[in-house]
T-cell receptor
């Protein structure tokens, strides 16, 4: 079946550091790929998405590129802020009902 | 956002009692989902609905049932709560068009003692 692999963390960075969170996937067909973010006490919200190979999703300084050859969708940001502290979920969607498979989530803590 | 309200936000219950969680949406989205979130597991799909009275099982459906009698409401019932069902439960919706993202409620934290 479909699966998404990402490290659980926590990842601790200093403010203005470069962020990479790795995500690899296994899926049949051609999935859409997503990054969701969860702030404390809240539900998940969409951060960015990509729907086909070589697409780059971007939002709020974050970006990720859909790499079909390596089945990856790594999240990057050039300079993190304290306000970026959250849990980040990589996810894929296949099928007519948008059945979504999530990774385990990576907790990011940014310290001043 | 998509106007998704979950109730209650917090609940403590005893083993063996039935529990119903409610999800209410105001966006007229066709698809609704119940997930549970647990450390080390991320989000796992319990049940989903693709229309009024149309539901199907997800990957962790044992011990749970759902009902959807109106477009806006999706109920999750734990028939006889167990300690393994202590978790945070999230409702999500989507309009279902291609590549549409999920919209999430703020979750219900359930503790079974």
């Amino acid at each position: 079946g479909d699966s998404v692999t990402q490290m659980e963390g926590p990842v601790t960075l200093s403010e203005e550091a470069f962020l990479t969170i790795n995500c690899t996937y296994t899926a049949t067909g051609y999935p859409s790929l997503f990054w969701y973010v969860q702030y404390p006490g809240e539900g998940l919200q969409l951060l960015l998405k990509a729907t086909k190979a070589d697409d780059k999703g971007s939002n709020k300084g974050f970006e990720a590129t859909y790499r079909k050859e390596t089945t990856s969708f790594h999240l990057e940001k050039g300079s993190v802020q304290v306000s970026d502290s959250a849990v980040y979920f990589c996810a894929l969607a296949t099928g007519g009902y948008q059945k979504v498979t999530f990774g385990i989530g990576t907790k990011l803590q940014v310290i001043p | 956002d998509a106007g998704i309200t979950q109730s209650p936000r917090h609940k403590v219950t005893e083993t063996g009692t039935p529990v119903t969680l409610r999800c209410h949406q105001t966006e007229n989205h066709r698809y609704m989902y119940w997930y549970r979130q647990d450390p080390g597991h991320g989000l796992r799909l319990i049940h989903y609905s693709y229309g009024v009275k149309d539901t199907d099982k997800g990957e962790v459906s044992d011990g749970y049932s759902v009902s959807r009698s109106k477009t806006e409401d999706f109920l999750l019932t734990l028939e006889s709560a167990t300690s393994s069902q202590t978790s945070v439960y999230f409702c999500a919706t989507t309009g279902g068009y291609d590549n549409s993202p999920l919209h999430f409620g703020n979750g219900t934290r359930l503790t079974v003692t």
